[in-house]
């Protein structure tokens, strides 16, 4: 895609607005925009100049941009869609945003400036996601995010595990919170700590057994060794 594809796709998510030849603007509805946010994953995952553009454009400012239009829905009794609606637009962008940064040592400081803003979490918090409902959704979508796990844009659905390479399960005794076959958290490694540091804050809101199996999640990274006690720390 050239740079300038890439940042109409960005400014169009950022104003919620798409302008036709004719210069009437419409909408986006909520379908739309994850259809937008699949093709921006999908660029970027296609090109790794486009993570340059991506960034330079102010691409991870859309953290912000779209929690905000969605906290404005929920205000408007109106329009008011469904959570459900508002978690699958959440699932969609984030995904995008592990896209963007993934290996890409410049946009990890672009995103940890976003992500780690008190605007951010005040977003996150008003969005409602933050629910018995979605709280582990949300957690796992922030853990990719943080050791930078690539996965498609797609709902997140815990009840379907077989259909998801990695996804948060009931924990027990072994403590693991993404879990696959071949996914050792003492093995992975944490580049954007600024995620884990939106879930430490949000820790009091989550219910007390998903508490304890994320602190044990976080236990058992920051074991993994000097650089993510490092990452760990510094956040």
């Not at 296609?46 to 102010?58: D, P």
């Not at 699958?88 to 995008?96: A, E, H, S």
């Not at 918090?125 to 949300?138: I, R, W």
Request: net charge negative.
């Amino acid at each position: 895609a050239h740079p300038e594809d890439l940042g109409a796709l960005i400014e169009i998510l950022k104003s919620g607005m798409i302008t036709s030849m004719s210069g009437s603007q419409y909408k986006l509805h909520h379908d739309a925009k994850c259809d937008t946010l699949g093709a921006l994953w999908r660029i970027l995952g296609a090109n790794h100049s486009a993570q340059r553009v991506f960034g330079e454009a102010t691409g991870f400012s859309l953290l912000l941009t779209m929690l905000h239009s969605l906290h404005r829905e929920a205000g408007n009794d109106d329009t008011q869609p469904s959570l459900m609606v508002h978690m699958k637009i959440f699932c969609f962008l984030l995904r995008v945003m592990t896209a963007g940064v993934y290996n890409n040592s410049v946009n990890r400081i672009s995103l940890h400036s976003v992500i780690s803003s008190q605007a951010f979490y005040d977003l996150l918090c008003e969005s409602g996601l933050l629910c018995v409902d979605y709280e582990k959704e949300v957690i796992q979508l922030l853990l990719e995010l943080t050791l930078e796990i690539v996965l498609p844009p797609q709902s997140v659905n815990l009840q379907q595990a077989e259909g998801v390479p990695y996804e948060i399960v009931e924990s027990g005794s072994a403590g693991y919170f993404i879990s696959s076959s071949s996914f050792r958290p003492e093995k992975e490694r944490v580049y954007n700590a600024g995620a884990i540091v939106v879930l430490i804050r949000s820790l009091l809101q989550f219910t007390p057994k998903v508490q304890l199996d994320l602190l044990n999640f976080m236990e058992k990274l920051a074991h993994a060794g000097p650089f993510n006690q490092e990452n760990l720390t510094s956040a």
